[in-house]
């Protein structure tokens, strides 16, 4: 090799690990700082001992283990989910403004578990955490199934969306009209869910969504290789040696999955999708899957610790729905990243 | 079918179950480039599809040595065939190293990563095709030769026996068409690497292929060697050539010739009177050349572009057979060029006709006669 290609790889890799090592110190930063923060404050070293060595005060230890951790839990590993699904999406559909919430599946996915809810409600007393997944990893599928149709004679890539956000609107009108006729003890658990939120998550859910999205995430990461290949398009995939339709199938299982897992326990949650894996794509300066996947998982988590400490801390006591906090900071880099690649063609 | 490395067997190619060309026998040994060519639209990319597998066969099957590629999974295929297609690669934030790494993903570990050996292999594939300069740079920010012969790398480094190019010289300047296609020549030729490609460029195909295929129709008109191919009626058959002519000699394409009763006679040889025909043709002026001899590089032309040429057979004395036609069409002309032509033993009586010509009347216009 010559010497400016090693510099060049070697200046690579400093940036690199610069963006590993930052992500990660900014989510150890995000996870202390919510902990400690709150309606009750908790100094670091309090901290440290309830977490470590399981002692302290009673009430702060019921904050900690009960409230804060739980959802603080929720809010990285769903929030990495969220970027994991958007990036998987924007590789199948090649389309960079592809995203759960975009396309409709999480609407798809609240619809199902709005169903199960009201309806499975009047002749079940208790609804598992199990059953909320499997409805809305089916109603991520088959919102996926209407876009999929969509996409089969819409070209244009603007088009899409624009199928995906009517589908996403037909979810949400079914949703409310259901949440409208339903009882009201109902609603009032729908209600702040449907909006999104990582409150009242309860460790039998961190349980399960942890393993669900842990193992999505080690089998995206191992599917690194082919999905490096799918970006360049199908055809030289297929000429690489990637089963391109069993890939495909696969990528939309595994998006759907992640996507339907993240609506049921925290409700849609909008941009996280689309604008963690664009930033981290410009961060790390290439789109190579082995390295994006897991610094997009790393980039959602943090990105939604830090959301979620804005919705819980802004307007204390009252909160603030997930979703508007990553709007508010998510569309504007979807606005940028547009505008730069339109610039970039015109 | 032991020494064609390459066939297909009653082939037939389309889309979504309707056949578009059906019939397709091909044979091809190692290291042989076989082109088709064809009026656009022919069905040339549904074949090349076909054979990569990107398409299904509708029927039949090819083989790369006697291995059906019906059957074999795409990372069998992927060893042993490369492809450059037409299609833009879609990837973003890519060097032209990275594009064409993409070539060893056949050979690389589950996760992907680049061996030292992947490197070399690489770097090795770029030099080849003269693009190793341009590793660093973004494959967006490059031109379209640079592209092509990225691209071309890319498929080098994949290590095939067998290579399919759609269209590989469109949109190339003619100096790096003809770089691409002698860096094709010499794999094949060096490394045994079999070429199948479309080429717009029939000029082109004739030089560089050992096989040609003519796409046309419902079935392939016709499949041989460039010798077999390339004549007059079945190039101008293939793509319609009502207006113009090509010219099997030269692999050149003439525009048609003027039309109307002539009013020029050309006198010249040697290749004077080329610039000559071709002023008269964009002038729309409908002329006679003569008396030129059969291998004369003007005849060649000539045949093209004059509404009729005298001709006399090489070597030999011209003619009073050849003389008296070229002084009846004189005679019906208004003028007479002379472009300037060496006089000799054999065609002595073209001083003669140029004699005739002054006491007709008829003005030499342009050059000189220079007799020797």
Redesign the interface.
Same mark, same amino acid.
């Given at each position: $090799?010559s010497e400016?290609?090693l510099q060049?790889a070697g200046a690579r890799r400093v940036r690199y690990l610069a963006v590993f090592i930052g992500l990660a110190a900014a989510f150890v930063l995000l996870t202390v700082w919510n902990i400690n923060s709150g309606s009750v404050h908790i100094s670091v070293g309090d901290i440290a001992r309830i977490i470590f060595l399981r002692e302290g005060d009673d009430t702060q230890m019921g904050i900690v283990w009960k409230l804060r951790l739980p959802r603080i839990i929720a809010a990285a590993v769903l929030g990495g989910g969220l970027a994991l699904s958007g990036f998987l999406m924007q590789t199948f559909f +090649?389309n960079?403004i592809a995203g759960p919430f975009v396309l409709g599946i999480s609407s798809g996915s609240k619809l199902f578990v709005a169903i199960v809810m009201i309806v499975a409600l009047r002749f079940v007393s208790y609804i598992s955490s199990w059953m909320m997944v499997v409805a809305a990893f089916a109603g991520a599928l088959i919102a996926m199934g209407f876009v999929l149709l969509a996409a089969r004679s819409i070209r244009q890539m603007s088009m899409l969306l624009v199928a995906g956000i009517m589908i996403s609107y037909i979810c949400s009108a079914i949703t409310e009209f259901l949440i409208t006729f339903a009882r009201d003890s109902d609603i009032v658990n729908l209600h702040s869910w449907s909006q999104g939120s990582f409150s009242g998550t309860k460790w039998d859910d961190v349980r399960l969504f942890t393993v669900i999205i842990l193992v999505c995430f080690a089998v995206v990461f %191992?599917m @690194? !290789?082919p999905i +490096?290949?799918y =970006? $360049?398009?199908e055809?030289?995939a =297929? @000429? $690489? +040696? #990637?089963? #391109?339709k069993r890939f495909r199938v696969v990528l939309i299982l595994m998006s759907s999955l992640i996507a339907g897992c993240v609506t049921a326990f925290a409700g849609p949650i909008s941009f996280v999708g689309i604008a963690v894996p664009h930033l981290i794509?410009m961060l790390l300066?290439?789109? !190579?899957p %082995?390295l994006v996947i897991p610094a997009s998982f790393l980039g959602g988590a943090v990105f939604c610790l830090f959301c979620d400490y804005i919705a819980r801390t802004a307007f204390s006591p009252v909160e603030l729905s997930i979703s508007t906090v990553t709007a508010l900071f998510g569309a504007p880099v979807v606005i940028g990243m547009l505008i730069r690649r339109h610039g970039e063609r015109g | 079918m032991g020494d064609y490395y390459f066939r297909t067997s009653d082939l037939a190619v389309g889309y979504g179950g309707r056949t578009l060309i059906r019939d397709i026998d091909v044979r091809l040994r190692a290291g042989e480039i076989l082109t088709l060519i064809g009026p656009n639209g022919s069905g040339k990319s549904t074949i090349l599809k076909t054979i990569t597998k990107h398409l299904a066969a509708i029927r039949g099957d090819s083989f790369i040595a006697d291995a059906s590629v019906r059957g074999a999974s795409y990372r069998d295929l992927s060893k042993k065939l490369a492809v450059v297609l037409t299609e833009r690669i879609k990837g973003e934030l890519l060097t032209c190293f990275d594009v064409v790494a993409t070539g060893r993903y056949p050979y690389t570990n589950t996760l992907g990563l680049l061996s030292p050996e992947d490197r070399d292999k690489v770097r090795e594939a770029m030099e080849r095709v003269h693009a190793f300069e341009l590793a660093e740079r973004d494959f967006t920010a490059i031109s379209d030769g640079q592209r092509q012969r990225v691209l071309l790398a890319r498929a080098i480094c994949q290590e095939p026996e067998i290579i399919v190019l759609d269209e590989p010289t469109s949109f190339l300047d003619i100096r790096h068409k003809l770089e691409l296609l002698s860096i094709l020549r010499s794999m094949a030729k060096e490394r045994g690497i079999t070429v199948i490609m479309s080429l717009h460029e029939i000029d082109l195909a004739q030089k560089i292929s050992d096989k040609i295929m003519c796409v046309r129709g419902e079935t392939i008109s016709h499949f041989g060697t460039p010798d077999e191919i390339f004549r007059e009626e079945i190039i101008g058959d293939l793509y319609d050539l009502e207006n113009g002519s090509f010219n099997i000699a030269f692999g050149s394409v003439e525009l048609p010739k003027p039309s109307g009763e002539p009013d020029t006679f050309v006198i010249s040889g040697c290749g004077s009177g080329i610039p000559v025909f071709r002023r008269l043709q964009k002038e729309e002026r409908p002329f006679y050349a003569g008396i030129l001899y059969k291998n004369d590089i003007d005849y060649q032309i000539a045949r093209c572009l004059a509404a009729g040429v005298v001709a006399e057979e090489p070597f030999r004395p011209i003619g009073d057979k050849a003389y008296t036609e070229a002084l009846t069409l004189m005679k019906r002309c208004k003028s007479v060029i002379v472009a300037g032509v060496p006089i000799g033993d054999c065609n002595r009586r073209l001083a003669d006709l140029i004699k005739e010509a002054e006491t007709l009347g008829l003005t030499p216009e342009g050059g000189d006669v220079s007799l020797s």
């Open positions: $090799m400016t290609e060049n +090649g960079p %191992l @690194s !290789k +490096g290949a =970006q $360049m398009g055809a030289y =297929q @000429s $690489m +040696g #990637v089963n #391109v794509k300066k290439t789109a !190579k %082995l | -």
